[in-house]
């Protein structure tokens, strides 16, 4: 019987069930005397609804009851992974290959941990032996390509493991991934030219479509980007992502009022997409609905705050001092990950479950001042306000070191309710008002719009200042001059 629940679990799973999933598992799961495959399945039930650190209690319980499991820890591995916990993510890992894992997925959980630790070459050869063991492992090439662009800022040698396995075989999906590189290392004319040859040869793939749609509006190709935008529509009517795509070709094109029937559509359905509402936003500027100063109130909604001095340190000086001399340290990559927004810097991510000291009193110190902004923005129905409850939860945690002349492209965080830039080192531009070197700015999207929009609102940063605003709103930098980088520290909350 026990079995058979399991199995049925596993199955709705499969079909997206997840919180029927839970249901028929919860009550079993919390019985002391609970199977390894009744825990494994629960956990995996509660990551399927973002409940990650609830996932790892029983992940552990599963570990612990069946110690020569090998799929018990590798599920354990996963967990920790998932939650920035490296070094018990690489211990758990370890101890499943130990056991005989020689998955492909178990390496890449081994590789990421390593690298979360710094350990780059290494983590190099195990991406690599993951590579060995699925040739078209999709996620081991994109995290292979991205380390070795990160650590050199070198397209062709980022490039070259994933160009070998595409000369044997076209793979539309690793050719997504080779577009993205080409992206992101600033070739985007090149990138597209990637797009357009994987889709005369995969014509229906929607990630190449949706990809070529943006590449082709950002370089000015807007009727291009919509055949591709309208390709990917006609093949997945009905999915958030393909409509989002949609909406933006046609910005691009001129069709606010289409754009913003589209937007509606997905927002009918997720009412809180951050994507969704940046974009439903731009419609309403462009067509001059009042709707859109209520979304983007930014007397309202865009606050800086002085950091609290977090405990354990005399005052916010000292603690920015010691901030700045971790973050040095943690700081050793040469360029900027993908999808990210930042140029001519480096990131360095999960901050948030960072079990340091100075990490886990910046964060404490940072939810004191998402809960003070929650009750200064006060009530509302708009899609920021309605969703307070009085308590945020932290759900990324990240910082970044841009080099003079680097900057944020204008992006929003699909992932958040309430977004943030910290500010600890900042280059002597930043005094000059009318240049606003560094500053943060706001309103400008960072997908072609037709109209062009410019930004409408700006912030001056400061060192120990914290911006808070919605995630959903555009916001990017002031490339800055001079010969000094930019420190800052950045995260997302989220309702708890």
């Known amino acids: 019987m026990n079995q058979g629940l399991v199995q049925q679990a596993w199955d709705l799973l499969g079909r997206g069930q997840v919180e029927q999933a839970l249901a028929l598992t919860a009550a079993g799961a919390a019985r002391p005397t609970a199977m390894p495959g009744l825990l494994i399945v629960h956990a995996a039930a509660l990551k399927g609804a973002g409940r990650h650190a609830e996932a790892l209690t029983f992940n552990e319980r599963a570990a612990r009851s069946a110690p020569q499991d090998r799929l018990a820890w590798y599920n354990l591995a996963a967990t920790n992974g998932d939650l920035g916990r490296q070094v018990e993510a690489e211990a758990a890992v370890r101890k499943a290959m130990s056991l005989g894992l020689d998955a492909p997925e178990a390496w890449l959980v081994l590789a990421r941990a390593v690298q979360f630790q710094h350990r780059y070459d290494e983590a190099e050869t195990i991406f690599q032996g993951a590579i060995a063991r699925r040739p078209n492992f999709v996620d081991a090439h994109r995290d292979l390509a991205q380390l070795r662009w990160m650590r050199t800022a070198d397209l062709d040698h980022a490039l070259a493991p994933l160009k070998a396995t595409l000369a044997r075989q076209s793979d539309p999906r690793l050719l997504h991934v080779q577009a993205l590189v080409e992206e992101f290392a600033g070739r985007l004319p090149q990138a ?118 977090p ?31 930042l140029r001519g810097g480096a990131q360095v991510q999960s901050l948030h479950t960072s079990r340091e000291p100075v990490f886990q009193a910046f964060f404490a110190s940072a939810r004191a001042s998402v809960d003070r902004y929650a009750a200064e923005i006060g009530e509302g129905s708009d899609p920021l306000r309605i969703r307070r409850t009085g308590k945020a939860v932290v759900q990324g945690g990240w910082s970044v070191s841009l080099k003079p002349n680097g900057f944020h492209t204008d992006h929003v965080h699909p992932q958040g309710w309430v977004s943030s830039a910290f500010y600890i080192d900042l280059p002597p531009g930043v005094d000059d008002a009318n240049k606003r070197e560094g500053w943060i700015k706001f309103g400008q999207p960072g997908c072609a719009t037709a109209p062009k929009l410019d930004a409408e609102h700006a912030v001056k ?21 001079g010969e000094t980088r930019r420190l800052t520290m950045a995260f997302d909350a989220v309702p708890g």
């Open 311 to 341: 405990q354990g340190w005399s005052d916010l000086p000292s603690f920015l001092a010691d901030l700045r001399k971790r973050l040095g340290e943690l700081h050793d990559l040469e360029t900027h990950p993908l999808q990210q927004s």
């Open 461 to 481: 940063p400061s060192p120990g200042t914290l911006v808070l605003f919605p995630s959903y709103m555009w916001h990017g930098t002031v490339p800055f001059s």
């Open 192 to 309: 597209l030219d990637t797009l357009r040859a994987g889709l005369r040869r995969h014509p229906n793939d929607l990630h190449l479509l949706i990809t070529a749609a943006h590449a082709a509006a950002e370089l000015g190709e807007t009727a291009e980007g919509l055949v591709h935008a309208q390709a990917a529509a006609r093949l997945a009517p009905g999915a958030a992502p393909v409509l989002k795509s949609l909406a933006e070709a046609l910005l691009a094109s001129g069709d606010a009022a289409g754009a913003s029937s589209v937007a509606g559509s997905v927002l009918q359905a997720f009412p809180y997409d951050q994507h969704a509402l940046s974009l439903q936003a731009l419609a309403w500027r462009i067509l001059g609905d009042p709707r859109y100063g209520v979304l983007y109130d930014y007397e309202a909604f865009v606050r800086p705050y002085t950091l609290p001095t």
